[in-house]
């Protein structure tokens, strides 16, 4: 069975960092890219950041999070990363993991950037 959970979100102050995992089971995540997306409050899915399944791991970003967010893959624990500094309120949002071209599947990370 394919399952994704998100963890390590949490409330942070402004400027805070936080790092979210996604442990994948049932496929292995460096096989496929993957990508980390959020929804704040009222709003719909947002595209953050995305890794890509080959061996150089390209990533992107998301204009909103550049150079603050920082995705990662450890194949070894087949687990997604999501480095994230210099948090802003706007960055308050359910976080979560998916492959690449699918919608989330998991119960997401509530991330709350608040002081």
Do not use: H
């Amino acid at each position: 069975e394919v399952q994704l959970v998100e963890s390590g979100g949490g409330l942070v102050q402004p400027g805070g960092s936080l790092r979210l995992s996604c442990t994948a089971s049932g496929f292995t995540v460096s096989s496929y890219a993957m990508k980390w997306v959020r929804q704040a409050p009222g709003k719909g899915l947002e595209w953050v950041a995305t890794i890509s399944r080959d061996l150089l791991s390209s990533t992107t970003y998301a204009d909103s999070v550049k150079g603050r967010f920082t995705i990662s893959r450890d194949n070894a624990k087949n687990t997604l990363y999501l480095q994230m500094n210099n948090l802003k309120p706007e960055d308050t949002a359910v976080y979560y993991c998916a492959k690449s071209g699918r919608r989330p599947e998991g119960q997401g990370t509530q991330v709350t950037v608040s002081s």
